[in-house]
């Protein structure tokens, strides 16, 4: 493979001092505005290194006093790729060509007309209907077969990507409105099925003209006459290369001389071992142990290992006798240890004769006749003639904080009479894990003498040897058993080991004086520069001297940018159609941001596309609200989908 010479490279970068007396800034100022001027963004090192240098054509230096021819490719062609588009009456693509230089020696080996027409366009593929409509579609993917020849591979929509409709059910005169960006979309993937099954293919630039797109290429990766080059294996197996760097270092004289040097073999080093493991303990939990009966209840019993129920009152029949008017009160005292544990409590049912009041911790909850809720007797005779029967249902939740409770039950009775209150409690009884991570390992990352050498996750090795293996441990999920209670969790991991190598001695190597250095910046100010230097006799002597940066200028607060629309019909489509049609305003906006450009006058213009309109003029714009509620928008929007395996 032919090189570039290393004087004509450096002679690119380098630019001649002018004749006349100037001072070090002003030529270093001078030969910054001319550098800039050649690689001051992405399209400028294009346009005057990238696609000069891959189309073998000359490239000049910074001043433009020189040029030089480079060889950096193989071989190269004017023409790697040509595709022309003519859309049909329908609106889709009717005949698409497309013209191909396989082995860049200057002329087509193969010329490719697509037997069906393209009613879509997606970033791999194309999309074939009925002429005219989004009826009986096909969707096929670009690809290279095994003779290097491109085909077009049928495959179902879902492995096609980004794509949309074009012809008429979509719209009117969409591939000749939009001819740039779809010649563009189809020789993108038209280039990417090239470049994939051949990494030696480089594009150094597209070029459009009317209804055809052409491509600049060359071979640069390799000068191999087999496109499977052992260099992109490494791209599928990363850690190969750390195999293949040892076996290249062990034959490589240079690597051995420096190993066995005194810089390579003078420390000591250990090997230090240490685990990050994830420690989970499960405490089973009793009912006893969020809310606990103390005393007054008549009967406390579980009617299930979650739920409770307590029971006070007098319920068998006239079991109370109440003259003409007496009041008894009953109480129930419990405990509650654990109130988030302790799901509901309720005053599911009660019956009483003749009246009834309920109170916690002595705040009125209930009271039935409603009116009687004073603490003396009722305000009405006391004598009801019957047994009154509720369900209320009641949560009395809230009044049970932490803590010790009294529930007391006041009944009054007019002759003889009963009372009866039952109260259900619903426990949240399961396990309560504890988790906690210990890392032995801290230490070690910590210090600046030790660098992490293997590390495995959950029997994944993702580090040897102080190189990631590329590998990433799949989330795991383990049974935790303790006493009765268990529990499954799933977590991105519960183990990890790792061996630190650790330099303990510097050996034969001296540490570098940094003294001078500590001195000058110490006792130097923005306008004095000292410095300290070591004397014959062993003594240091100091020295100062007036010290002025140079003006640095003034730079703008940021790149000036407008922002423009442009008015587009959605014409995405997927597996259900196209996404428009299943709009009520299919027709949308485009948003565009342009660099803005110094005008002859000295303004700045916004260099705004063709149908555009100017939303925000040239400045410093901030729109990182309006992205952060798009991308908002779409994460909540794919957060709702649910892909199902059967129709629904």
Same mark, same amino acid.
Request: charged residues 20%; aromatic residues 6%.
């Given at each position: 493979m032919k090189r570039c010479s290393l004087a004509l490279l450096t002679a690119?970068?380098?630019?001649?001092?002018?004749?006349?007396?100037? &001072?070090?800034?002003?030529?270093?100022?001078? *030969?910054?505005? *001319? %550098?800039?001027? #050649?690689?001051?963004? /992405?399209?400028?090192?294009?346009?005057?290194?990238?696609?000069?240098?891959? *189309?073998? !054509?000359?490239? %000049?230096?910074?001043?433009?006093? !020189?040029?030089?021819?480079?060889?950096?490719? =193989?071989?190269? &062609?004017? &023409?790697?790729?040509?595709?022309?588009?003519?859309p049909a009456s329908t609106g889709d693509i009717g005949t698409l060509r497309i013209s191909r230089d396989k082995n860049l020696d200057g002329a087509v080996d193969q010329t490719l007309t697509l037997p069906v027409p393209v009613s879509g366009i997606c970033a791999n593929g194309? $999309? %074939?209907? !009925?002429?005219? &409509?989004?009826?009986?579609?096909?969707?096929? #993917? @670009?690809?290279?077969? /095994?003779?290097?020849?491109? #085909?077009?591979?049928? $495959?179902?929509?879902?492995?096609?990507?980004?794509?949309?409709? $074009?012809?008429?059910? =979509?719209? %009117?005169?969409? $591939? @000749?409105?939009?001819?740039?960006?779809?010649?563009?979309?189809?020789?993108?993937?038209?280039i990417g099925a090239l470049t994939t099954a051949d990494p030696r293919v480089g594009v150094a630039q597209a070029v459009i003209d009317g209804p055809a797109i052409r491509y600049t290429g060359a071979q640069s990766t390799a000068c191999s006459t087999d496109p499977s080059l052992p260099q992109t294996a490494y791209r599928a197996s990363p850690a190969a290369i750390q195999g293949d760097a040892a076996s290249a270092a062990a034959s490589n004289s240079v690597f051995q001389a420096l190993k066995g040097s005194p810089a390579g073999m003078g420390k000591a080093e250990q090997v230090r071992s240490c685990t990050i493991t994830r420690e989970v303990s499960l405490n089973a939990t009793k009912a006893e142990d969020v809310i606990a009966h103390v005393g007054g209840a008549y009967a406390t019993y579980a009617p299930s290992p979650d739920r409770l129920t307590f029971q006070m009152g007098s319920p068998r029949d006239d079991s109370l006798r109440g003259g003409s008017c007496r009041i008894f009160e009953f109480q129930m005292r419990l405990r509650v240890d654990d109130p988030d544990r302790l799901l509901q409590f309720r005053l599911s049912q009660y019956f009483f004769?003749? @009246?009834? !009041?309920?109170?916690?911790?002595?705040?009125?909850?209930?009271?039935?006749?409603?009116?009687?809720?004073?603490?003396?007797?009722?305000?009405?005779?006391?004598?009801?003639?019957?047994t009154w029967y509720a369900y209320p249902n009641l949560d009395l939740k809230p009044w049970l904080t932490e803590g010790e409770h009294v529930i007391s039950m006041r009944v009054a009775v007019g002759g003889e009479g009963e009372a009866f209150a039952q109260f259900d409690a619903l426990l949240d009884m399961s396990c309560n894990p504890t988790e906690r991570i210990v890392d032995l390992c801290a230490g070690y990352a910590g210090d600046a003498n030790c660098t992490l050498h293997d590390e495995t996750v959950d029997g994944v090795e993702i580090f040897r040897n102080g190189v990631a293996t590329g590998l990433t441990p799949l989330p795991q999920t383990r049974l935790f058993e303790g006493g009765a209670c268990s529990l499954s969790l799933t977590r991105d991991w519960f183990g990890r080991q790792r061996r630190y190598r =650790?330099?303990?001695?510097?050996g034969s190597m001296p540490e570098p004086d940094l003294s001078r250095g500590a001195y000058i910046i110490d006792h130097s100010t923005e306008t004095m520069l000292a410095d300290r230097v070591k004397t014959a006799d062993g003594g240091h002597a100091t020295s100062s001297r007036p010290f002025a940066l140079p003006d640095r200028g003034s730079v703008p607060a940021c790149e000036p940018v407008c922002k423009t629309r442009a008015p587009t019909r959605n014409t995405a489509a997927a597996l259900d159609g196209v996404v428009g049609a299943k709009q009520n305003a299919p027709t949308g906006w485009d948003t565009f941001y342009h660099a803005c450009k110094t005008g002859s006058a000295g303004g700045d213009i916004c260099p705004a596309g063709p149908g555009e309109e100017i939303v925000s003029a040239c400045g410093c714009l901030d729109d990182f609200p309006e992205a952060v509620v798009m991308m908002q928008t779409v994460r909540l929007g794919g957060a709702d989908l649910v892909c199902t395996g059967e129709v629904r």
């Open positions: 690119a970068f380098a630019m001649p001092l002018p004749a006349s007396a100037q &001072t070090i800034e002003e030529r270093a100022r001078a *030969a910054a505005e *001319a %550098s800039r001027e #050649k690689t001051s963004d /992405s399209e400028a090192i294009q346009e005057n290194y990238l696609t000069p240098g891959l *189309a073998g !054509q000359a490239i %000049s230096t910074v001043d433009n006093s !020189q040029t030089f021819n480079p060889n950096i490719a =193989c071989q190269k &062609t004017a &023409t790697l790729l040509e595709l022309i588009a003519q194309v $999309v %074939s209907c !009925q002429p005219g &409509t989004w009826n009986l579609c096909k969707s096929f #993917k @670009w690809d290279v077969a /095994s003779g290097g020849d491109l #085909k077009l591979t049928e $495959v179902g929509l879902t492995d096609l990507a980004g794509c949309y409709c $074009v012809n008429n059910s =979509c719209g %009117s005169n969409l $591939v @000749w409105g939009n001819m740039a960006s779809v010649l563009k979309d189809l020789g993108g993937g038209v004769d003749d @009246w009834i !009041q309920l109170r916690i911790d002595g705040e009125l909850v209930l009271s039935n006749p409603a009116n009687w809720t004073g603490s003396g007797l009722p305000p009405a005779k006391c004598e009801r003639g019957r =650790c330099m303990v001695d510097t």
